[in-house]
């Protein structure tokens, strides 16, 4: 079973920056791919951003030019730099890993961008 450990959530103010990271444990197999994804009050939840273990990044139209993802593979860690904060990147943040076909995920992680 393949545990997702998340932090670096919080409050921050608009045009501020945050970076999250995520520790996938529990399987001698590292993710295929790693990804953000995130949920705000009363919607859906959407994808932020994926990274395979070996191609390229993925990023939702909302978050390119500010959002970065990258992976530590050694380490099973990814990251999501994101950097000038808008209020409407408020969300519940949410790490995933696919292994072995194997969708799971993290328990989230609380993002606040205030105005």
């Known amino acids: 079973q393949v545990q997702l450990a998340e932090s670096g959530g919080g409050l921050v103010q608009a045009g501020g920056s945050l970076r999250l990271s995520c520790t996938a444990s529990?399987?001698?197999?590292?993710?295929?791919?790693m990804a953000w994804y995130r949920q705000a009050p009363g919607k859906q939840r959407e994808l932020v951003a994926t990274?395979?273990?070996?191609?390229?990044?993925v990023y939702a139209d909302p978050v390119k030019g500010r959002f970065t993802i990258s992976r530590d593979n050694a380490k099973n860690t990814v990251y999501l730099q994101m950097n000038s904060l808008k209020p409407e990147d408020t969300a519940v943040y949410y790490c995933?890993?696919?292994?072995?076909?194997?969708?799971?995920w993290g328990q989230g992680t609380q993002v606040t961008v205030s105005s």
């Open positions: 995933t890993a696919v292994v072995r076909s194997i969708h799971y």
């Open positions: 529990g399987s001698i197999f590292s993710p295929d791919v």
């Open positions: 990274i395979p273990s070996g191609g390229s990044t």
